[in-house]
Structures are given as structure tokens and as C-alpha cells.
């Protein structure tokens, strides 16, 4: 049971950064038929909610500080998720985390989620 983030770094305010999750295993398995979701830990503060997708792509839900800069998708075949982020601010430094839902589940509370990443870093420079 495995998920693979990866794409994180160090940024300017303003730059872009794709990040990708890999799920193998049983993760993998449960990849194609599950809901998907990127959460984020910011320094000194408690995970938060970024993105989610459903298990087919069809329907994708935001948290309003990243609606319109982020985009979330997903590539069943291979397995992977991905976050594009876009016109980065300080404020979205974070390590961020995917995590496969239970079942179809798709929702924005950690407990929707029964498998996670171990986290890919990202910084936001002013």
C-alpha cells in the first residue's frame, strides 16, 4: 500500500508546480474506483483541504483559497492524481498530501480518506 507524491520545490510567488501521486499496491487497486483528494499542512497549523476529484474525473471540488488557481485530475490508467497549481502565493507553502477516499467518497474532512501520501513540500517565496 503505497502513494508516491511528488513536484514539490521551492517557487517564487506567482510560478506554477504540478504534483503527482502514484498509488501501487493495494492503494493502486483502489485507485480507478475511489475518490481522490489533496490536502495540505501548513507550518504550525493544523491539515487542511485543498482538492478533490471523483472517481471517474467527473466532478472536482476546491477549497475557496485555491478556486481558480488550482486544478485537480487524475489519469486512472496510471494510476496517479495530479495538482497543478498556479499563480502560487506565500500563503500555500505547505507539505502537501494526497490520499485515496473510502470508496466513492470525495469529501473535504481527513476522515474521508483511508490511504496517504508521505508528503511533498512546497514553498512559496514573496
Known amino acids: 500500500v503505497q502513494l508516491q507524491a511528488s513536484g514539490g520545490g521551492l517557487v517564487q510567488a506567482g510560478d506554477s508546480l504540478r504534483l503527482s501521486c502514484a498509488g501501487s499496491?493495494?492503494?493502486?487497486?483502489?485507485?480507478?474506483?475511489?475518490?481522490m483528494g489533496w490536502f495540505r499542512q501548513p507550518p504550525g497549523k493544523e491539515r487542511e483541504f485543498v482538492a478533490s476529484i471523483s472517481w471517474r474525473g467527473g466532478d472536482t471540488r476546491y477549497a475557496d483559497s485555491v478556486k481558480g488557481r488550482f486544478i485537480i485530475s487524475r489519469d486512472n490508467a496510471k494510476n496517479t492524481v495530479y495538482l497543478q497549481m498556479n499563480s502560487l502565493k506565500p500563503e500555500d507553502t505547505a507539505v502537501y498530501y494526497c490520499?485515496?477516499?473510502?470508496?466513492?467518497?470525495?469529501?473535504?474532512?481527513?476522515?474521508?480518506?483511508?490511504?496517504w501520501g508521505q508528503g511533498t513540500q512546497v514553498t512559496v517565496s514573496s
Open positions: 490520499a485515496v477516499g473510502r470508496g466513492a467518497n470525495y469529501g473535504s474532512a481527513p476522515g474521508s480518506y483511508q490511504y
Open positions: 499496491g493495494r492503494t493502486g487497486r483502489a485507485f480507478s474506483n475511489n475518490g
